[in-house]
């Protein structure tokens, strides 16, 4: 491995390589193609099997994220253009639907991943550091004591 001062313009770089090479194994953040979508089910088929929340009923904030998780029916409807909402969208809308309490990264990844409405492209649970890292990038929209999290208050 070799260090790279901007992993961000790094990460940049790699797709638009991958835009011109449109390999058809690589699902992140590339266009959904049918052979794309039939990988990504096999993969998440194969890596993940139903999971279940454990679901914490007292007043903390994992409690209102469990809450308000269980109190949605099933997948998000697409976005228009068939497009999967992106992660700072899905981040915001359980922050918005747990009354947008200070919550930590992880206790947002896990939600995101419960939830399952946004799925990374290869299928695979989205992580602390993602989560982290998008927060940082969009802190117009998240602020952030330390490692908890919640939408800047109007």
């Known amino acids: 491995m070799h260090p790279f001062p901007d992993r961000d313009a790094l990460a940049d770089l790699e797709h638009a390589v991958l835009r011109v090479l449109d390999p058809p194994l690589n699902l992140d953040a590339m266009p959904t193609t049918e052979l794309r979508a039939r990988v990504s089910e ?12 454990t679901t914490a009923r007292d007043g903390s904030a994992a409690a209102s994220l469990d809450r308000a998780i269980e109190s949605i029916p099933g997948p998000a409807v697409p976005r228009p253009g ?47 550091f993602q989560v982290a890292r998008r927060t940082h990038r969009y802190d117009q929209l998240f602020e952030r004591d330390g490692s908890r999290i919640r939408l ?3």
């Open 42 to 53: 096999l993969r998440r088929r194969v890596s993940h099997g139903p999971q279940t929340p």
């Open 82 to 128: 068939g497009d999967k909402p992106t992660l700072h969208d899905e981040l915001a809308d359980v922050l918005a639907t747990a009354g947008n309490q200070w919550t930590t990264v992880g206790e947002l990844a896990d939600a995101v991943n419960r939830r399952g409405h946004y799925r990374k492209g290869d299928g695979s649970p989205v992580t602390n």
């Open 152 to 154: 800047w208050q109007a």
